[in-house]
């Protein structure tokens, strides 16, 4: 830190410094230097050492000169100065105009800084204008710096600086150096912790309370201990540095103690005085900083004054707005009135034709409330079905189309069927005409009293044998004793098929009295024979052909005469029981009598004759066809059956009926111009069945018994004789039925 000099007091004040020299500089600051520092030659002592170091003092002075040389031009200070062996005085002049000049002495010559021109010497002309504020012979004597303590000090110009008018030695300059003092501290147990020790309170303490009176003793003017006290606490509780302070600003006044008391008031006074001007300064301040409020404010009331101005403008806008709105809305009040008025009046009028009461008219609302509801809900409901209708519609035009498609397809197909159909008629019926249609089937009975004479070599032969007569009959088929009704009744099924397909088609059972006509056609009741299964075959066929409606008629007649239904001669026939039910009927009319040859010979023919009638739904051909089952009356010789009176009579008459029946067979054999079918009721029953429109199937039914040999041999030969007939090409009775 800055060095200081200082012109020397006392000898003997100096003396008790011990081994630190301490100084106090003019500008009331204080430094430490070495004990081998310039002091003694402050002090007043001469001895070769301290010349030496005058001397290295002078030689850094002139040091000092190079570099301002070398900076001359620049402003400020020196850029680096070593100060550690050297001390400079520097002194502050304080111009009458309030300018402080910082001096120092270089070669004797007192120089200052200039802002402008650097360092440059004192002017002579100011010393009148001004004093130094640490005036002493010394400062106007250069000749005697050589005896001065010369100190050099980093000078700074900052807030630690300062100026202070001391009474008797004008402005001194201030620093508040940075050095670390004593300071009295207790120990404080509660925080465990030293804490200052308030200044009041070191005065109880002895080693302090002896500090204060020794300077209170040197210095008798000094008589605020309070002041000793701080200013002991500055100088590290030294006493004799105390005094030397006070000696450096008071001078010997302080060994005064009036004078000195009156330079405690002055400096009392003077501190009042700064505190006043810090006062002062601080109001300024705070009027500076109001008088920016006050701007600020002001300010801020023109805006508002602006805004106001903006806010009435506005205001007055809105009221004439308002006033306008007020306006329109008398008018419209009064226009409410008129309207109200008139419809007061109207009212009155309809309450005059209406006078309906309110109860109604809340009621009449009600349902209009409810007659909308049901219109909403009718319109959605109308709404969802015609979306419904449209959908059926749309799926309809599609069907109708799926239809229309479908019925070409149908009349393709039915076309096809009719054609397909046709086809099969024709081929089957080739196929019978290639077989003849005039069959012959012979059946030998069963009989436990058979003979010899019969022989079955094959199911198409029999050879009769008698008495070295032996002859060989062929027949379309031939059937054994031990052949069953089914058997027999197979080989009459494609005749049968016949009559579906719409061909009239008769069945006979030939042969003498007893040859078992009977058990052929009619069968008993565990073994029916062809009149049973071959309608119970068409009705089966019947009602298979599904695409075909067929009306089923059954008839039966009995030598010629129609059987004697209570009022019908035809019943239509449905089931199987239908059948038994109308066959034992006629069986029933059937005119049986016992002959010598047979209990219970019949002593008519029986005809069973089945109409039916078909009508293809998708051909639409009608076929009407017939089955004419006939079992006829025996055919024996009367005198062989010993008939008398009614019986002869009969006899005759089955003879002529068998006999036209022969008669027809051989002039169809002969393919003659005429067939004599009206020669007897029964052939001209039988014409249908027997002209060259009919297939017909004859069985031959003989006994094995010996006794009916002669009948077996005239019965064979009456069917090998129809053997050789060929009816001709059949007639199909079916017809396109047109419309439904
Ligand atoms: N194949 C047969 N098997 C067993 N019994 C038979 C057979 N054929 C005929 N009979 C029996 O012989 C008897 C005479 O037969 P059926 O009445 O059928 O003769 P018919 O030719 O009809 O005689 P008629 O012309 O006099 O009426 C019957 O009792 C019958 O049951």
């Known amino acids: 830190m800055g060095t200081g000099a200082s012109k020397s007091h006392t000898a003997e004040k100096q003396k008790t410094q011990g081994n630190e020299d301490k100084r106090i500089v003019p500008n009331g600051s204080a430094s430490t230097l070495p004990a081998s520092s310039s002091f003694g030659k402050q002090m007043g002592q001469s001895n070769p050492e301290e010349d030496e170091i005058a001397e290295d003092i002078e030689q850094m002075v002139q040091n000092f000169n190079r570099p301002l040389e070398s900076t001359e031009g620049t402003a400020g200070m020196p850029i680096t100065l070593e100060a550690e062996d050297v001390s400079l005085t520097f002194e502050s002049f304080l111009h009458r105009n309030g300018t402080l000049y910082t001096c120092f002495i270089q070669n004797g010559t007192r120089l200052y800084f200039d802002d402008e021109k650097g360092i440059v010497p004192f002017p002579q002309e100011l010393y009148s204008e001004g004093n130094f504020i640490n005036a002493q012979k010394e400062t106007q004597k250069p000749e005697d710096s050589k005896e001065a303590i010369v100190s050099f000090t980093s000078y700074l110009e900052n807030e630690r600086t300062s100026s202070f008018n001391i009474p008797g030695k004008g402005m001194v300059m201030t620093y508040i150096f940075e050095e670390r003092i004593n300071v009295c501290r207790y120990f404080d147990s509660e925080t465990g912790v030293w804490l200052i020790l308030p200044l009041l309170w070191e005065m109880n303490l002895d080693f302090t309370a002896r500090c204060v009176q020794q300077v209170k003793e040197a210095l008798p003017a000094i008589a605020d201990y309070k002041e000793i006290l701080a200013a002991l606490r500055h100088c590290n509780y030294d006493p004799d540095e105390v005094i030397s302070v006070f000696f450096a600003i008071f001078g010997d006044s302080v060994e005064n103690s009036t004078s000195g008391s009156e330079n405690i008031k002055e400096l ?74 008139l419809d007061v009046q ?316 022969g008669q027809v067979f051989s002039a169809l054999k002969n393919h003659s111009l005429h067939v004599p079918y009206r020669n007897s009721k029964l052939t001209h029953l039988l014409q249908p069945s027997l002209s060259g429109h009919a297939k017909t199937c004859v069985f031959i039914n003989i006994s094995p018994n010996m006794k009916e040999v002669g009948e077996t041999l005239s019965t064979l030969q009456f069917g090998s004789s129809i053997q050789q007939i060929t009816l001709g090409k059949p007639t199909n009775n079916s017809s396109v039925k047109l419309g439904p």
């Open 268 to 341: 009392d006074l003077q501190r009042d005085l700064q505190e006043k001007m810090k006062t002062i300064d601080n109001l300024n301040k705070k009027l500076e900083d109001q008088e920016k409020e006050l701007e600020a404010l002001r300010l801020k009331c023109q805006y508002l004054e602006e805004e106001k101005a903006n806010l009435i403008h506005q205001s007055e806008k809105l009221y004439k707005q308002v006033a306008e709105l007020q306006a329109e809305h008398d008018v419209c009040l009064l226009e409410i009135d008129r309207i109200h008025n």
């Open 346 to 661: 109207t009212q009155s009028q309809e309450q005059s034709i209406l006078p309906l009461k309110k109860e109604t008219l809340l009621i009449i609302l009600r349902q209009a409330r409810e007659l909308n509801v049901c219109n909403y809900q009718l319109k959605a409901v109308t709404t969802s079905t015609l979306s419904e209708i449209g959908v059926h519609l749309s799926q309809l035009k599609n069907t109708k189309e799926n239809f229309k498609r479908s019925s070409n397809e149908m009349e393709e197909i039915r076309a096809l069927y009719k054609k397909e159909s046709l086809e099969r008629r024709m081929l089957y019926n080739q196929l019978q005409e290639l077989r003849g249609n005039i069959r012959v089937f012979c059946r030998c009975r069963l009989d436990i009293a058979k003979g010899d004479h019969l022989e079955f070599p094959t199911d198409e032969e029999i050879i009769f044998n008698y008495n070295e007569s032996k002859k060989k009959f062929q027949f379309d088929q031939v059937f054994i004793p031990n052949c069953s009704q089914e058997d027999v009744f197979e080989g009459t099924l494609p005749i049968i098929q016949s009559c579906a397909d719409g061909y009239n088609v008769s069945i006979l059972a030939y042969g003498q009295t007893g040859s078992g006509k009977t058990y052929t056609m009619m069968g008993t009741e565990q073994e029916p024979g062809v009149n049973i299964r071959s309608i119970r075959e068409l009705l089966r066929i019947c009602r298979d052909r599904v695409k075909v409606k067929y009306t089923t008629k059954l008839e039966i007649r009995s030598q010629g005469m129609s059987v004697i239904f209570p009022g019908l001669t035809e019943v239509e026939v449905l089931t199987e029981e239908d059948i038994r039910k109308v066959m034992s009927l006629g069986d029933k009319n059937r005119m049986v009598a016992s002959t010598k040859m047979n209990t219970e010979s019949s002593r008519s023919h029986l005809m069973v004759i089945f109409h039916l009638t078909g009508v293809d739904s998708i051909s639409g051909v009608v076929s009407n066809a017939t089955l004419t089952l006939c079992d006829l009356a025996g055919s024996e010789r009367i005198s062989k059956t010993e008939a008398k009176g009614q019986r002869l009579i009969e006899a005759a008459a089955i003879n002529k009926s068998l006999t036209a029946l």
